[in-house]
């Protein structure tokens, strides 16, 4: 019996997971302009430690055991052709095909900054990339960080753990940082930021410059809106939540005005029952929380559902009231996870190498990881 086809458009976090649920019962084929995963996750220790990041965020798709038998494409979507079921790809090396499919995941995430990219790259250019943006921010005297979500504080803590000597600034428009999450989980994290002497600046609301069209590192005086004095700094990181939908192939009738993919509460696209979404480009809920919170677990249930012909066994998806998971990343003394409800859970380092990755995330999350070449 011949498998039903799925596409997956979209080979980063979400979709990769995805991938690997829907490629127990389906003939999948994964579409990335990456050659491996390039996790979106962890900017600060990306920056402070790359090395230790890349063990963890940045793996080739060949090592994931749950992708076997996947067929996965070093291209980019260019069309989707809905109403005859295919797509039209541009391969890394600039050949042209059609596929067609009996369901089209949509998981093409977005752009915001160095650490986000929808271009094609090779390994060379990713490792290239990973060591020129440590380096200059771990050889700069004083750092400011514009902006106040998770990617920001996260770049903060970590580059001041690494480099206490380094004057850290952080300035957010908003009283206290993580406005999206709960009011606990933002004053615990507020704590530790000054206890490790990460300099605040609240109620800061920058100057956006005209030309800042992705968010980067720049090097000059950052003037305010708010009417402080402008402030300069040795290197900028601006990281404002910036988005860039990567849609430029889907169709106008799929995307939100702002960009993002239509989701019903089954993360399927409002007037095409076999196209879903999943992951930063689903437009879910403000917070896009399909990207976490077991997103493609209720995806692949309901792709599957709806090619049984069982629509009435779609589950919703529930995005909950607060952002939640690792703010600040592995660190010295290990993670810290946050809960929904703003509790803290901490894991040593030990039980982080020795369980959580290889357990809990490798084994469990992503089905097994086989071991580096």
């Known amino acids: ?100 499919y009996d369901a089209l995941v949509i998981s093409s995430g977005t752009r915001n900054g160095f650490w986000r990219t929808g271009h094609f790259e090779n390994n060379d250019d990713i490792q290239r990339n990973l060591a020129e943006k440590s380096k200059a921010i771990l050889s ?3 750092v400011a960080i514009i902006g106040g979500g998770p990617t920001a504080v996260s770049v903060a803590s970590n580059i001041k753990e690494m480099r206490p000597e380094a004057a850290v600034h952080l300035f957010f428009s908003q009283e206290m940082p993580l406005p999206t999450y709960h009011p606990r989980t933002r004053r615990k994290v507020e704590k530790f930021l000054k206890n490790q002497e990460v300099i605040l600046h609240p109620l800061h609301r920058a100057d956006v410059p ?17 009417g402080q004095s402008p402030f300069d700094a040795d290197l900028t990181l601006w990281a404002i939540g910036k988005l860039t939908p990567n849609n430029e192939f889907i169709p106008a009738d799929m995307l939100t005005n702002d960009g993002f993919v239509k989701s019903d509460s089954f993360l399927r696209v409002p007037g095409h029952d ?27 249930h309901n792709v599957q559902a709806c090619l049984d012909g069982s629509s009435e066994k779609m589950k919703p998806f529930k995005p909950p009231r607060y952002r939640w998971g690792s703010i600040l990343g592995v660190q010295k003394k290990g993670l810290s996870i946050f809960t929904p409800n703003g509790e803290r859970v901490g894991i040593s380092p030990w039980w982080v190498k020795n369980l959580l990755f290889p357990v809990f995330v490798w084994r469990l999350i992503y089905q097994g990881l086989e071991k580096r070449r």
């Open 210 to 226: 005209e030309d800042l069209d992705v968010e980067v590192f720049s090097r000059n005086p950052i003037s305010w809106s708010t």
């Open 274 to 300: 076999n196209v879903f979404t999943v992951g930063d480009i689903a437009k879910t809920d403000d917070n896009r929380s399909s990207a976490r919170n077991a997103g493609h677990l209720v995806l692949a």
């Open 1 to 100: 019996m011949v498998k039903k086809r799925i596409v997956i458009a979209g080979l980063g976090d979400a979709g990769l997971l995805s991938a690997i649920q829907l490629n127990k019962k389906f003939d999948v084929i994964g579409v990335s302009p990456k050659p491996c995963l390039v996790s979106g996750q962890e900017l600060g220790p990306r920056l402070a430690r790359p090395k230790d990041w890349e063990e963890n965020y940045l793996i080739d798709y060949d090592r994931f055991k749950g992708l076997k038998g996947v067929d996965i494409r070093h291209a980019k979507v260019s069309e989707i052709i809905a109403d005859e079921n295919k797509i039209n790809l541009v391969a890394y090396g600039g050949s042209q095909e059609t596929i067609s």
């Open 140 to 142: 700069a005297a004083s």
